[in-house]
């Protein structure tokens, strides 16, 4: 079975279950499935963690059970669900620093109703515990890596008013800027900003870097949302999008090259020979996978394509050839 990726399915969890709850009528496991874009597979293993989330000693069923009954899906909470939580210092704290991190951002237009939801909740918490936390929030800095504020605000307002935006962009991976239409549907941040488009040069989705685009003015253009586009499924999705012109790869890594693996988008990964591992991906371009090879040396080995090597050997030749003159 594949590794399943801990925090796209604890989102997708956390609204599956109140809208199984709020809409029992409705939650049939075709239903379910079609609405959050998953397996009936995936579905039955989503209902067997919940099952075994609760107090201790974590006993089955104590807060939440879940179950499917002649098609349909079923799931009911424990009373302590109910009850009115009171938030701990160390929540309180969590929450109010991740929110002013999130108020902080440029162009946000949904500031000052954050700023009045973090006073409220300051306000409810306990006098005693929301001075403390108060104190320590002040203390703690979140901030996400920095992407023009003027390109943000042109994004956001082109989502908006479904404006299609003419963009230069640096693409990291063949180390060359371009020029391209594209149709914002999505600005999402995990670290650095990104935004989800449907890119016109290459006639496909993609998800760009805030941070790489270079310019962005409105193309005078106007297009129409896609249907089905759901937001929150799409900022669950791998950030990088295999499409039919990838270059298969095959690579072969040392032990100690085997963080390739954790950052690197793969179709598989498998251990061989001498601790080494067979990783299997897909490139949409190999600038970037040369630079790799070259910086990692005898702890990397190419299986194919032929011609990636040739690029190896080709840069490596020039690199050497500078040190010569």
Not at 23 to 28: G, K, L, M, S
Not at 41 to 64: E, K, N, T, W, Y
Not at 94 to 106: E, I, N, Q, S, T
Not at 246 to 268: C, Q, Y
């Given at each position: 079975m594949p590794p399943i990726a801990s925090l796209p399915r604890l989102s997708r969890i956390l609204v599956l279950v109140p809208w199984v709850?709020?809409?029992?009528?409705?939650?049939?496991?075709?239903?379910?499935?079609?609405?959050?874009?998953?397996?009936?597979?995936?579905?039955?293993?989503?209902?067997?963690?919940?099952?075994?989330?609760?107090?201790?000693?974590?006993?089955?069923?104590?807060?939440?059970?879940a179950w499917v009954d002649e098609g349909r899906v079923v799931i009911n909470v424990a009373d302590y669900l109910?009850?009115?939580?009171?938030?701990?210092?160390?929540?309180?704290?969590?929450?109010?620093?991740?929110?002013?991190?999130?108020?902080?951002?440029?162009?946000?237009?949904?500031?000052?109703a954050l700023d009045s939801a973090l006073a409220k909740l300051a306000e409810a918490i306990a006098p005693d515990e929301a001075d403390a936390a108060e104190t320590l929030a002040e203390r703690v800095a979140i901030e996400l890596q920095p992407a023009s504020p003027e390109i943000l605000g042109i994004l956001r307002d082109a989502i908006e008013t479904l404006q299609r935006i003419r963009i230069e962009y640096y693409s990291f991976g063949r180390d060359e800027l371009t020029e391209r239409e594209i149709d914002p549907l999505l600005v999402f941040g995990t670290g650095p900003w990104y935004v989800i488009a449907d890119d016109h040069k290459s006639g496909e989705r993609r998800t760009f870097?805030?941070?790489?685009?270079?310019?962005?003015?409105?193309?005078?253009?106007?297009?129409?949302?896609?249907?089905?586009?759901?937001?929150?499924?799409?900022?669950?999705?791998?950030?990088?999008?295999?499409?039919?012109?990838?270059?298969?790869?095959?690579?072969?890594?040392?032990?100690?090259?085997?963080?390739?693996?954790?950052?690197?988008?793969?179709?598989?990964?498998?251990?061989?020979?001498?601790?080494?591992?067979?990783?299997?991906?897909?490139?949409?371009?190999?600038?970037?996978?040369?630079?790799?090879?070259l910086q990692l040396g005898d702890q990397i080995r190419v299986v194919e394509p032929e011609t990636l090597t040739a690029e190896v050997r080709e840069l490596a030749t020039a690199a050497l050839a500078r040190y010569k003159d």
């Open positions: 709850i709020t809409h029992a009528d409705e939650a049939t496991v075709d239903e379910v499935c079609r609405r959050f874009g998953i397996s009936e597979d995936q579905l039955l293993d989503d209902l067997s963690l919940l099952v075994v989330c609760g107090l201790p000693p974590f006993s089955p069923g104590d807060m939440i059970e109910d009850r009115p939580l009171r938030m701990s210092r160390w929540e309180a704290l969590g929450l109010l620093a991740a929110g002013r991190a999130l108020a902080a951002m440029p162009a946000l237009a949904e500031a000052q870097r805030v941070d790489r685009i270079r310019s962005a003015v409105p193309a005078g253009v106007t297009f129409e949302r896609p249907a089905g586009f759901d937001p929150s499924l799409e900022a669950d999705r791998p950030l990088y999008r295999p499409s039919a012109g990838d270059t298969s790869v095959v690579l072969e890594l040392a032990p100690a090259a085997a963080w390739v693996a954790e950052l690197t988008p793969h179709d598989e990964a498998k251990p061989i020979k001498g601790g080494w591992m067979r990783l299997t991906l897909r490139a949409s371009h190999t600038a970037w996978l040369v630079r790799l090879l």
